[in-house]
Nanobody, 120 residues
Framework: QVQLVESGGGLVQAGGSLRLSCIIP????????VAWYRQSPGTGRDNVAG????????WYTDAVRGRFTISTDNGKKTVYLQMNNLKPEDTATYYC?????????????WGQGTQVTVSS
């Protein structure tokens, strides 16, 4: 069982920045795609950013485009989500997602989530 390990969440004021990290052990990094999702209480889990297996396709949901950046460090088997100019509506639990095949429900493997809270 592959367990992704997220870190970097916390409390920040509106306009501030956070960088989330996700270590992906046990998978060949060049053979997987990666994504970040978020979920607020009472809502579904939304895909906010992702990167295809070959790195050629990177996507962002409209709400975060221009403020969030997804990146990877293959040597460290880590995927990052740099979040700038944070807004209170970005408050959510953020989940790392990775795997070789992307389905409408995401990739196969998930992290436990890290909480991001943005105060106004």
């Amino acid at each position: 069982q592959v367990q992704l390990v997220e870190s970097g969440g916390g409390l920040v004021q509106a306009g501030g920045s956070l960088r989330l990290s996700c270590i992906i052990p046990g998978l060949t990094f060049s053979r997987i795609g990666v994504a970040w999702y978020r979920q607020s209480p009472g809502t579904g889990r939304d895909n906010v950013a992702g990167m295809s297996r070959d790195g050629d396709n990177i996507w962002y949901t409209d709400a975060v485009r221009g403020r969030f950046t997804i990146s990877t460090d293959n040597g460290k088997k880590t995927v990052y989500l740099q979040m700038n100019n944070l807004k209170p509506e970005d408050t959510a639990t953020y989940y790392c997602n990775a795997g070789p095949v992307r389905t409408p429900l995401g990739y196969e493997y998930w992290g436990q989530g890290t909480q991001v809270t943005v105060s106004s």
